[in-house]
Structures are given as C-alpha cells and as structure tokens.
C-alpha cells in the first residue's frame, strides 16, 4: 500500500460517530491510529478508499460532524510519508 486517503478528528467521539455513518451509507472504511504527521490530538482516524471520496464528504458535510481534515497519504521511495489535505 503506496497511498491511502483518511480522515482525522478533533475528537475520539467523533471518529467513532463517523464510523457508523460511513458504514450504514455502505462506505467500506476502517479505523486507524491518526499518523504523527498529521495530529497528535486525537487517536483514531478513518481510512476509506479513493473511489468513495465525493461520498464521504458529502456524508460528513450533510451529517455536520466536526472533524480535523480529509488527507491522503502516500509511503515515498525513501520509506518518508507525504501528507496533503485534500478537505
């Protein structure tokens, strides 16, 4: 897995509040440690894929749940992540 696109929260609550929207929309996502370099606020993040992204923020926009930001990230050669918000 070279690239994954994920989204972060302000809060624990929130991630798992989203998780269940996601889910119940039938957006395949998981749970995972947010990565170092995008916040050490929160804990959690969603990871989903890349085809389901206008959805997910749709659902987020239109469900009003507060979270950080919606990033992709990418391992480079090097074995260094890139991160880029994207939303």
């Known amino acids: 897995m070279n690239e994954m696109y994920i989204v972060s929260f302000n809060s624990t609550h929130h991630a798992i509040r989203t998780e269940k929207i996601l889910s119940e929309n039938n957006i395949k996502c998981t749970t995972l440690p947010t990565p170092r370099e995008i ?3 929160c804990g959690i993040s969603i ?3 890349v085809e389901d992204i206008d959805k997910v ?3 987020l926009i ?3 749940v507060d979270y950080k930001g919606i990033f992709k990230i990418q ?3 090097d074995g ?3 991160v880029e918000q994207i939303g």
Do not use: M, P, V
Request: glycine share 0%; no cysteine; charged share 40%.
């Open 62 to 64: 239109n469900s009003e």
């Open 47 to 49: 990871r989903f894929l």
């Open 80 to 82: 260094k992540k890139s």
């Open 39 to 41: 916040t050490a606020s």
């Open 75 to 77: 391992k480079l050669s």
């Open 57 to 59: 923020k749709e659902i």
